[in-house]
């Protein structure tokens, strides 16, 4: 992600060197010798950050960091200066001052600064995009994360057959996000704009499931005070998902092949067939094949809905696709909760990457909102995680194939390219999840 870099110094030298080092982490850069011209810029660049001087021609620093905040009251402001006071510095950080940096300066103290502020900015992106995606769902689960190289294709092959009106079948285990895919594919076919409605038929006790499913009328049974209308009625011109349908009686199995065969049926109680135009995918968290040879599914309804057959990975198949899903979930319950939470630290990351996930994403989702709620500032720490997170964070992985007497030059150039390979050669990715920018792996890698 490229952000923008004002920085405002009437000493040459000292921007060009602020300038080169601010380009090394990844930052487009702007300097301005003067107070006045630094304003010029500011109203022509809306900068992401501001680097000033305290002792320009007017304004002076104090005046730029005023001006700043009130243009953009999230934008970071880093004020350099070799002859700041305690009134200076008081006055500042009043005035939303984001680092105070003293001449003469430290250049790795400074180059830590640009870091940790490129990466804050990059953090404060991913959140606002995920932020309005969140409000296209209307606050509904995940949106699919196809990062890992098998969800990758699982998604491919899915938007092939999103627009097709077939029967789909999703089987994996509970937690897997089965109930997400099933939503992006309704979100991609001709049935978009029409309803989607989801039925875990597990949740629902089997002498009501027809009722839900099919509806009833009036006087049907007792307590039928009046006509209900069933999902089947109400997702007519859109989708419907069954959910854990490998727990449907034989007599719901029956009645839903009939269905699907003569796309009609009748309410509970009722005497008239109804048609409908209802697209189903049914979502199973055990292996239908298997219940078929069991005696436990019907087998012409197994092959009724096997049309496409879908099999969800575990979430520690698809390890690589844990950051992203957790930055989803930390935008979600952040703007829910009104937190400031953004970011998760290094250590809390390693921790949620290490975990073995026998919940798989629902028990990722319930872990960061409990973190997010917990969480006392921006950052996500492994305290605010579950003991069994705190000690994975603290785990080596095992089998390294490097001698025991390794150097740390060894040490590291394997590891940057066992990063490498997990992230498919994605350089980008790699340095994000190693904890340096882009310029910094390159220049290791030569």
Excluded at 125 to 154: C, D, H, I, K, N
Excluded at 324 to 332: D, N, S, V
Aim: proline content about 4%; overall charge negative; charged content about 25%.
């Amino acid at each position: 992600m490229k952000f923008q870099l004002l920085i405002a110094e009437d000493d040459r030298d000292m921007a060009e060197l602020l300038a080169g080092m601010a380009r090394e982490v990844g930052f487009s850069v702007r300097t301005a010798a003067t107070g006045q011209l630094a304003l010029l810029a500011m109203n022509e660049l809306l900068p992401d950050v501001l680097i000033t001087d305290l002792r320009l021609p007017e304004p002076n620093g104090m005046g730029l960091l005023r001006e700043a905040r009130e243009r953009d009251g999230n934008m970071p402001v880093v004020l350099i200066t070799g002859y700041a006071t305690v009134k200076d510095a008081v006055e500042g950080f009043k005035s939303g001052l984001h680092d105070l940096i003293t001449k003469p300066f430290n250049i790795a103290h400074v180059q830590g600064v640009l870091q940790r502020l490129h990466g804050q900015l990059a953090h404060r992106r991913r959140s606002e995009s995920l932020f309005a995606q969140l409000e296209q769902l209307r606050g509904e689960g995940a949106a699919p994360v196809a990062t890992s190289r098998v969800t990758r294709e699982l998604f491919a092959q899915v938007e092939e057959i999103a627009p097709l009106d077939i029967a789909v079948l999703i089987q994996g285990g509970s937690g897997t996000g089965k109930g997400v895919l099933a939503r992006h594919i309704h979100q991609h076919s001709q049935r978009h704009e029409g309803p989607f409605f989801a039925l875990n038929c597990a949740a629902v006790p089997e002498n009501l499931i027809e009722n839900e499913l099919f509806g009833h009328e009036k006087g049907a049974f007792t307590g039928a005070s009046s006509r209900k209308r069933g999902l089947l009625e109400l997702a007519d011109g859109g989708t419907l998902l069954l959910d854990e349908i490998n727990s449907t009686s034989s007599d719901v199995q029956a009645r839903l092949l009939q269905f699907i065969q003569e796309r009609r049926f009748m309410r509970v109680g009722g005497e008239r067939m109804l048609e409908v135009d209802v697209r189903l995918i049914a979502a199973a968290n055990e292996d239908l094949a298997t219940l078929v040879e069991q005696g436990r599914f019907r087998a012409d309804l197994y092959y009724r809905l096997n049309v496409f057959p879908i099999t969800l990975p575990t979430l520690a198949q698809r390890s690589e696709d844990i950051p992203a899903l957790a930055e989803w979930f930390i935008a979600k319950y952040a703007r829910q909760y009104n937190r400031p939470t953004r970011q998760l630290s290094a250590e809390a990351m390693g921790a949620l990457c290490n975990y073995h996930w026998p919940g798989n994403i629902r028990e990722l989702e319930n872990i960061i909102q409990r973190a997010v709620v917990l969480a006392r500032g921006e950052t996500i720490y492994p305290a605010q995680l579950p003991a069994e997170l705190q000690q994975s964070s603290g785990r080596a992985v095992a089998g390294l194939p490097v001698s025991p007497d390794a150097s740390l030059a060894e040490l590291e150039s394997w590891w940057i390219g066992h990063m490498l390979q997990r992230c498919e050669g994605n350089k980008s990715e790699a340095a994000r999840r190693l904890g340096i920018d882009v310029s910094t792996l390159h220049r290791k890698l030569r």
